[in-house]
């Protein structure tokens, strides 16, 4: 042992620095790992936001604002719904993903901008499939062709015969990418194509759109006589079709909706198969740490599980479906591949 040592002489800063670097950088990541963590582990502490792509008054605003009441009292923080409407629902859709992937901003996905978008519009900003985290499914439902009082045909039958008649003469309205838009153009494509009619009697049907930012708008056009027809969705027409403001001449399900046991769906109609349907659910942006949204899956399970939830859909008419992230994920695959196939297949150009 050196004379040094043996006087106990201070060793050099050299050998006290790097142990000190150590300890000081093994501290500050003892400090900094448990913080994210316990964000994790206390989420949600503020409230969380809901963007509904779509205006106020319409399907997907009434299925976000049932399920954000939900999910507020299970998660014990209040979930505020804002409408972002525009573009099919794609406007608010890129907004939520732009967000934080933080849990605080939830999407709320469906037909129109997570599956027809993609087949319609030149570009999407974002991919259905690798850009999201899917949760689970809220509703499915049948759109309902339904007419004004004063239109010239009171069935299924009249009005495909009428169209057929007067080409070029009669408008409908829809909103872009939704789901009564698509079952309206996939309605135009198999009428004139005569699917299930004979030949001798098949004439193309010929009609205008007008396009409408939201369903809410669009209803309020039908109901003043600004528009003849158009397709909804089934809950939204109902208190109508009830108070004798409009007629229904057909849903677009395979099966009769129970809420409208007297209006005969396409498919039976002269049209086998037809089938278009609405549909929603929530989602976060990819990257949202697993554990929240694991709670959020959780939380989104146990409201759709709930007594009221699927009294409140079921009295409406929707099918509740299987909640959970699996299977609305492989769900929103199959309807991303069915309605791109079918748009090219139709012709279907961007507005």
Not at 132 to 159: C, D, I, M
Not at 176 to 190: F, I, N, R, V, Y
Not at 245 to 251: E, N, S, T
């Amino acid at each position: 042992m050196s004379d040094a040592r043996r006087a106990g002489a201070a060793p050099s800063p050299r050998r006290t620095r790097r142990p000190l670097l150590r300890a000081g950088a093994a501290v500050l990541l003892a400090a900094t790992m448990p913080l994210a963590a316990l964000a994790q582990a206390d989420y949600p502490s503020k409230p969380i936001k809901l963007i509904s792509p779509f205006p106020p008054g319409g399907t997907s605003d009434v299925m976000a604002r049932l399920l954000s009441e939900e999910l507020g009292r299970i998660l014990k923080q209040p979930v505020l719904v804002e409408n972002v409407g525009g573009a099919g629902g794609v406007i608010g859709t890129d907004r939520g993903l732009k967000a934080p992937a933080d849990g605080y901003t939830i999407i709320q996905t469906g037909v129109g901008q997570n599956a027809v978008a993609h087949g319609i519009a030149k570009t999407v900003p974002y991919d259905s499939v690798k850009d999201f985290t899917h949760l689970t499914q809220v509703h499915s439902g049948p759109n309902v062709l339904v007419a004004h009082p004063s239109a010239p045909f009171n069935t299924f039958k009249e009005f495909v015969d009428y169209g057929r008649a007067n080409p070029g003469k009669l408008s409908y309205g829809y909103t872009p990418a939704a789901s009564g838009h698509m079952a309206m153009e996939l309605l135009k494509q198999t009428v004139s194509t005569c699917t299930g009619a004979k030949k001798e009697n098949c004439k193309p049907l010929f009609m205008v759109g007008i396009p409408y930012r939201g369903g809410g708008p669009m209803m309020t056009d039908l109901l003043g006589g600004q528009i003849p027809v158009m397709f909804i969705n089934q809950d939204v027409a109902l208190q109508h079709v009830k108070a004798g403001k409009l007629k229904a001449l057909a849903v677009s399900s395979l099966a009769r909706n129970p809420l409208y046991p007297d209006v005969p769906t396409i498919h039976e109609s002269g049209f086998p198969g037809f089938s278009a349907l609405s549909w929603s659910g929530l989602s976060v942006a990819r990257g949202t740490p697993k554990p929240i949204a694991d709670k959020l899956e959780a939380a989104m399970v146990a409201a759709m599980n709930s007594p009221s939830i699927r009294q409140k859909l079921e009295s409406q008419g929707f099918v509740v479906p299987t909640p959970g992230s699996a299977a609305y994920t492989d769900f929103v695959a199959k309807e991303l591949d069915r309605w791109v196939r079918v748009i090219k297949v139709a012709g279907i150009k961007a507005e």
